[in-house]
């Protein structure tokens, strides 16, 4: 397995620590991030309780987390994320950065996903970081789920949509870190725009069963 060192934007939401923590666990370096240091040195230190010797995160700023990582993940909400992605231009330059973003609204009749000019928040952060390869993935893990057990999710399939074919190979094979085995190629980062909106779905489903719903491909 190729190691990365991955930096998590948002790192000190239950999404950004939940992948954090399963990346930390399969051996990858994480630098969890946050717009205040001091609560992602917190947040990594709630992680470092549960990790296993030899294995941990570090807790920094958003700009720090962007620079380190060679690859690096946006774990913040649709709301605010053009701003915030505007603003790591600089550093995300040349990182693959994987987008986890779901442009998700709720009003009585529950969750529904919301347009994006751009299509998806993938592609408005593909269209923000002209340097940078942006790779769709994990928009339908849950952070209750990661965070539950230490066991591989193993009854889930990580969706993965990239324009370049080796950065979307190499999120792939991070995908193990969370099920077990590599994600499935869906196809272009076009395809966000259908990913995404999905999560509502599965929202939906979790409040009518009372369960942690996700997604399972059939027939490969
Ligand atoms: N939760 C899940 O189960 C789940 C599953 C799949 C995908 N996702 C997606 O993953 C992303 C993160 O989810 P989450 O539940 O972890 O979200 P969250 O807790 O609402 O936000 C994550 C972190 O983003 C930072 N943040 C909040 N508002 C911000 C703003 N306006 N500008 C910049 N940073 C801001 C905060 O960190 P600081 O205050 O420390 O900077 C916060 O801890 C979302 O886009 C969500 O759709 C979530």
Do not use: W
Not at 204 to 219: D, E, H, L, P
Request: aromatic fraction near 4%; hydrophobic fraction near 45%; charge should be neutral.
């Amino acid at each position: 397995m190729r190691t990365h060192r991955i930096g998590v934007i948002g790192g000190t939401g239950p999404q950004g620590k939940g992948l954090g923590y399963r990346f930390a666990l399969a051996g990858h370096e994480v630098l969890l991030g946050s717009r205040s240091a001091e609560r992602a040195v917190a947040a990594a230190a709630e992680l470092n309780a549960r990790l296993p010797e030899g294995r941990g995160v570090t807790g920094t700023d958003n700009a720090k987390a962007a620079e380190a990582g060679d690859v690096v993940l946006l774990a913040v909400p649709y709301d605010g994320h053009g701003d915030l992605v505007a603003s790591l231009r600089g550093p995300l330059a040349g990182k693959t950065v994987i987008s986890c973003v779901n442009p998700l609204a709720f009003d009585r009749r529950g969750p529904y996903g919301v347009p994006v000019p751009e299509g998806s928040a993938a592609e408005q952060a593909a269209a923000l970081l002209p340097g940078s390869i942006v790779v769709g993935a994990f928009h339908h893990v849950s952070a209750v789920a990661l965070l539950a057990t230490d066991e591989p999710l193993s009854h889930e399939d990580v969706l993965v949509c990239a324009d370049d074919a080796a950065a979307g190979a190499a999120v792939r094979e991070l995908a193990a870190a969370v099920t077990g085995r590599p994600g499935v190629d869906v196809g272009p980062l076009r395809l966000a725009r259908q990913l995404e909106p999905l999560t509502a779905v599965l929202i939906s489903i979790n409040k009518r069963y009372r369960t942690q719903s996700g997604i399972a491909i059939s027939g490969l």
